[in-house]
């Protein structure tokens, strides 16, 4: 495991910080949950249909492999379910049960609804719960190669496997999203555009309008890579997994101005979320997909989940699903 590795530039003030190496190497780590009451962290290994949860106790890590599925997404714990959570596997909504053992024989998965039924290629990237426990997923289509097909994703509001709206299209890599402080914005990355977008947020009814771009990447020649996952700090502000880019950026939502940017022992970041005992420590999950042998003998640990701690910031707790 990689301890101590310490990289930052364009910072507002100078801290001392780690990133370390929390789990095994995997394909493609991504959609990190902190779950607060257990202290885990749960996560996917998207194209080896693999969901896994890290114990922040004992450092142990689990896994679940959903069968029948060619990708999963995210995980997400199901509020006041002890052990259950809504899992998007493929174009699929399921919900698993899956307590903590070591062979899994109690797991049960059952599917709930599914989206995109006209595009077959299509499979769920990314999402969240919002305050009221509704489920904001995306869509995109992949092609065999693995590669993405322009504009053919979606973002859905899901209340229950009948009540599920598209509420933004055509996108073509919907990813990471998340809300501000007083939940009247909603934030969204179409990660082809390396654009975040904003949208106001009606937390009552869940609809989105007046879309407008609060950050671009091409504005900042000296990032790589495109927007993947994100997350939003006690703050406000927001930080971005860069795939490709070798580093995580924390922007202002309100200026658009780039605060920080933090290097990672990985190129390809997928993800984060803001963890620990007092959620001031950042999970970034990374992938090792797209590493050739060159790149993987100078970051071994792709695919990892590192851990920033002393950093200085804390986020906020996730919300469960509600359905």
């Known amino acids: ?37 257990t202290e885990e962290l749960y996560f996917v290994d998207t194209f080896k249909s693999t969901v896994y949860r890290w114990s922040y106790k004992n450092k142990k890590t689990q896994s679940y492999h959903l069968e029948n599925h060619k990708s999963v997404g995210v995980i997400i ?43 077959p290629a299509n499979q769920f990237n990314d999402g969240k719960a919002d305050s009221n426990g509704r489920l904001w997923l995306g869509t995109l289509t992949r092609n065999k190669d693995l590669s993405v097909a322009p504009e053919g994703g979606s ?33 969204h990355i179409d990660s082809e555009t390396r654009k975040v977008a904003e949208y106001d947020f009606n937390k009552e009814t869940g609809d989105i309008h007046n879309k407008k ?25 927001l930080w971005v997994a860069l795939h490709g880019g070798s580093a995580i950026i924390k922007i202002d939502p309100n200026t658009g101005n780039l605060l920080e940017t933090i290097k990672m022992p990985a190129k390809y970041c997928t993800s984060l979320v803001f963890g620990g005992t007092d959620l001031a420590t950042i999970f970034v999950t990374t992938s090792r997909l797209k590493v050739n042998e060159k790149e993987l003998s100078q970051t071994p640990s792709a695919g990892s989940v590192f851990a920033i701690t002393n950093l200085g910031v804390k986020g906020r707790k996730l919300h469960e699903a509600v359905i």
């Open 1 to 37: 495991m990689e301890k101590g590795f310490r990289d930052i530039i364009n910072s507002s003030k100078a801290r001392s910080f780690t990133i370390d190496q929390v789990t095994d190497p995997i394909q493609h780590a991504e959609g990190p949950f902190w779950h607060a009451e």
């Open 77 to 119: 714990p199901i509020k006041n379910k002890k052990d259950q959570f809504i899992v998007a596997a493929d174009r699929d909504i399921c919900k698993l049960y899956w307590p903590a053992s070591d062979n899994n024989t109690e797991a049960k998965l059952e599917h709930l609804a599914s989206v995109d039924k006209d595009k």
């Open 155 to 187: 973002l859905y509001s899901i209340s229950g496997p009948k009540d599920i709206h598209e509420k933004a299209k055509p996108l073509s890599i919907s990813n990471g999203l998340d809300w501000s402080n007083d939940e009247n914005k909603l934030y």
């Open 213 to 237: 771009i609060i950050f671009d990447l091409r504005d900042h020649p000296s990032l790589e890579g495109i927007p993947d996952g994100m997350v939003a700090d006690e703050d406000g502000n």
